[in-house]
Every structure is written in structure tokens, then in C-alpha cells.
């Protein structure tokens, strides 16, 4: 005979005879080692699903339960899931049910989704808990989700995205330059150009990105201008400092002390094409004694030709372009804008050294469009007095004729004026005045 317990076994044969008392302690020592063991400690492990210990909390013991739940698209077995504490081998351990087949997966299934413009899928699984993802084609922004999912329920969430076309706003015009190309799609490039005269400082080239913006920033059209030639020894600049050089412009530089002069212009780099002459001082002049001036010619003083035109001036609200001062070089005038010139606009450096116009021309605001309706209607006006006048005059006149043919009646003979006083026989005469 056999009797284990954990720990220790004994072992007796069949003639041998147990005693009373080493048979109650064997007894004893097994059931409290089954009291002891017969718990299930540690929680279980639920696969696709949790427990609902419901303020439980190991040990627990041999037919203790727990509820348990299945996740979403998992569903249990039995109609009131549970999993028990059991000692079924009748070991001194005790163990919890099978937990890994308790929560089977569900088949839950979405309609296709379909496609969107402008975009390629990405997915063809559509059940739960599986996904899809739209991506644009190039050219194209996602606006919305890109990715959807297929619901427990068996719909797709979120709603589709829409792909829309990358266009990047409008660029406007830039002061004294103009912009270049009107495209506005993804990865179109415009260009800027400035006015003859002036220089582009930024960039010359903007493309549309991605997230529909222009790269770089607005470029600026800055005026070309040559600097100042300041103040020159015994040279006059024309027109007289300090102005604006702008490119294009031409100025003069003319000796005071002699006939020389150079015109310079502005040039597109900024810099002036010619430099100032050197011109010389004043002359010195210097006595000369008697016995040189008898040998003199007596005739009359020479008459040196003069080889150029003074500065004719400036005009108000105008500017001045010089060809030069020589003979035969002209000078233009113009206007600001908003005035007109009345006048001669080109003038010619004679051979006498004078220009062909004595008077210089001016600028004048033209008439507007309230001044003309104002001087047509003062002519108007004028017109209907004049013309109300001659018709009183005439009433006048013919008002006055009027009177004198009665009072050529009144100075007729006795008979007509007896006839007309309307004298009859045995009646008073009326007394009738006569002039």
C-alpha cells in the first residue's frame, strides 16, 4: 500500500498493518494541502476580449467566475460567457477554463468604397477592422481624410476626400513692370519684367508649390539713375543741379570760360557715357604798352562768331531734353503728366547763336469734362438773356406804336371827334382833350 502527499510518500506491503493514529495524520496532512492549493491565483489571459471583475480580485476559488466580453468584431460562444475556477485532475492546483478560442473573430463586411477623381487607391480588403487610403494624383491636394475605415457596423468612416487641383493666386502687376505668364498649376513658373529704365531687384522667377503658394516674394522695379556730377571748376551743367538723373536723361557740360562742351548721358548701368571736359579759368589780361597798340590795325574790333545757344530755361511743370547748345542743336520741352503743352516743343540753336523761339512754351492743365459742361451752359445762359431781351424790346415797341395811333385819333378833325366822343343832339358834350 501507497500513500503520497506532497513532499513525502510510504510505502507498506499487503501483510503490514497501518496504524490508527499514522492514518488520521497521513489523512490530515493531504486534505490541508488540498485547502491550501485548491485556488486559482493569477488572473487570466482573454484573447480578443476582456473581464468584468466587478470589484473581484484573486485568489479565487475552485468554482468562482468571472464574467468576461468579447472586443468589437469578436463574439462569444455561450449566452452568458463566463470562465470558472476548476480543479477537474482533482490536483492540489487549480486552473481557470480554456480562455483562447472564448471570443471568435466576426465577419463583418463593407461595400466597395469606390473610387475618387484625381486619385489612386490603396486597399481592396473591405471588412472589418481593415482600411483603404486615396492618394492624388501629381498636380493634386487631399482635402478630408485620406484613409477610411470599415466600421463594426459595416460602413465606412470617415466620409471620402475630394482631391482638388493645386492652383497657387493670382500674382498681381508690379509698379513700373509687368508679370509674365498667367499659369497657376502646380509647378508653373512666371516671370517678371520692369519698364525700359528701371532695374529688377528680387526675384526674376516665382514657382507654384505644393501647398499653393509662389515661392520667394514680390521683386521691385527700381529707377536706373546716374549720380550727381556735383559742382565742376569752371563748368556749367545743363540743366542746372541738383536734379534727378534718371537713364536716358542728357546733360551738358559746358565750359564758362570757352566754347567747349560734351553732352553725356545717362546710360542703363547707371554710370554717364562721357566725362566732364577740363576747362580753363578765366583769361588774365594783360596791359599793353602804347608802342605795341600803334602798331595795331585801326580798323574795327573782330567779330568772333558765336559757336553756341545760351540756356534757353526751364518751363513749370515741364521738363527740358538737350541734344547739346552748338549750332544746329535742338531742345524739347514736355509736359508732367495731366498738362499739355501749348506752344512750340522743339526749339533749333541758330547760327547766329540764338534759338528760332523768343518765347518759351508752357504747360496748362486741359479743360475738364465739369469746366466744359460749365462754360457751354454760361453760354447758353447768355444766349436765352440775350434773346429774352429782343423780344421785350419788341413787345416794348410795339406797345408804344400802339399808344401813338390813338393819340393820332384823338387830333382828328371836329367830326371825328365828335363821332368819336359819341356826341348826339340834345345831349351834354363830353369834355375830350386834344393834343
Same mark, same amino acid.
Given at each position: ?69 468579447? =472586443? ?60 483603404? /487610403?486615396?492618394? *492624388? ?12 475605415? *470599415? ?11 475630394? @482631391? ?11 509698379? =513700373? ?25 528680387? =526675384?526674376?522667377?516665382?514657382? @507654384? ?5 509662389? /515661392?520667394?516674394?514680390?521683386?521691385? @522695379? ?27 536723361? &542728357? ?73 547739346? &547748345? ?7 520741352? /514736355? *509736359? ?12 533749333? @540753336? ?12 508752357? *504747360? ?23 434773346? !429774352? ?14 399808344? !401813338? ?31
Amino acid at each position: 500500500m501507497r500513500f503520497s502527499f506532497p513532499g513525502a510518500s510510504l510505502i507498506m506491503t499487503p501483510h503490514e498493518k497501518v496504524p490508527g493514529f499514522l492514518c488520521l495524520i497521513i489523512l490530515l496532512v493531504k486534505c490541508s494541502c488540498l485547502l491550501a492549493d485548491s485556488v486559482c491565483d493569477d488572473l487570466p489571459v482573454l484573447n480578443n476580449g476582456r473581464l468584468i471583475l466587478d470589484g473581484k480580485s484573486p485568489p479565487f476559488m475552485v468554482g468562482d467566475s468571472i464574467k468576461y466580453a468579447c =472586443n468589437v468584431g469578436y463574439m462569444a460562444d455561450l449566452t452568458n460567457p463566463r470562465i470558472f475556477c476548476t480543479n477537474e485532475t482533482e490536483s492540489v492546483v487549480a486552473n481557470w477554463t480554456r480562455t483562447d478560442k472564448l471570443c471568435k473573430k466576426q465577419l463583418i463586411s463593407c461595400n466597395d468604397p469606390g473610387d475618387i477623381e484625381n486619385a489612386v487607391r490603396k486597399g481592396n480588403v473591405f471588412t472589418f477592422p481593415n482600411n483603404i /487610403t486615396y492618394v *492624388c494624383n501629381e498636380g493634386f491636394k487631399i482635402v478630408g481624410t485620406p484613409t477610411r475605415y *470599415c466600421s463594426p457596423k459595416g460602413h465606412w468612416l470617415p466620409k471620402a476626400p475630394v @482631391c482638388e487641383a493645386i492652383i497657387c493666386p493670382f500674382l498681381s502687376e508690379i509698379q =513700373n513692370g509687368k508679370v509674365i505668364s498667367s499659369e497657376r498649376h502646380l509647378h508653373a513658373v512666371v516671370r517678371y519684367e520692369c519698364e525700359k529704365y528701371f532695374n529688377l531687384s528680387g =526675384n526674376a522667377e516665382r514657382t @507654384c508649390q505644393e501647398d499653393g503658394t509662389w /515661392t520667394g516674394d514680390v521683386p521691385v @522695379c527700381k529707377e536706373i539713375t546716374c549720380p550727381d556730377p556735383g559742382v565742376i571748376e569752371h563748368v556749367r551743367v545743363i540743366p542746372p543741379q541738383p536734379q534727378r538723373h534718371k537713364a536716358g536723361d &542728357l546733360v551738358i557740360f559746358k565750359c564758362k570760360y570757352g566754347p567747349h562742351q560734351i553732352s553725356s548721358k545717362c546710360l542703363e548701368s547707371g554710370e554717364w557715357n562721357k566725362r566732364p571736359p577740363i576747362c580753363p579759368g578765366p583769361a588774365v589780361t594783360k596791359s599793353v604798352p602804347d608802342s605795341t597798340m600803334s602798331t595795331l590795325s585801326t580798323e574795327g574790333p573782330e567779330i568772333i562768331s558765336k559757336l553756341s545757344c545760351d540756356d534757353p530755361g526751364t518751363i513749370k511743370n515741364g521738363a527740358t531734353v538737350f541734344t547739346g &547748345l552748338s549750332i544746329n542743336s535742338t531742345v524739347t520741352y /514736355t *509736359c508732367e503728366e495731366g498738362y499739355e503743352l501749348r506752344g512750340k516743343g522743339t526749339l533749333l @540753336c541758330m547760327a547766329n547763336g540764338k534759338w528760332d523761339l523768343e518765347k518759351l512754351p508752357i *504747360c496748362v492743365k486741359p479743360l475738364s469734362i465739369p469746366s466744359i459742361i460749365g462754360i457751354v451752359f454760361g453760354v447758353l445762359t447768355l444766349v436765352a438773356c440775350g434773346i !429774352g431781351a429782343y423780344f421785350l424790346y419788341r413787345w416794348r415797341e410795339n406797345k408804344i406804336r400802339g399808344y !401813338g395811333a390813338k393819340c393820332k385819333a384823338l387830333t382828328a378833325d371836329a367830326a371825328d371827334v365828335e363821332e368819336i366822343t359819341g356826341l348826339e343832339k340834345k345831349k351834354k358834350p363830353i369834355p375830350v382833350t386834344v393834343l
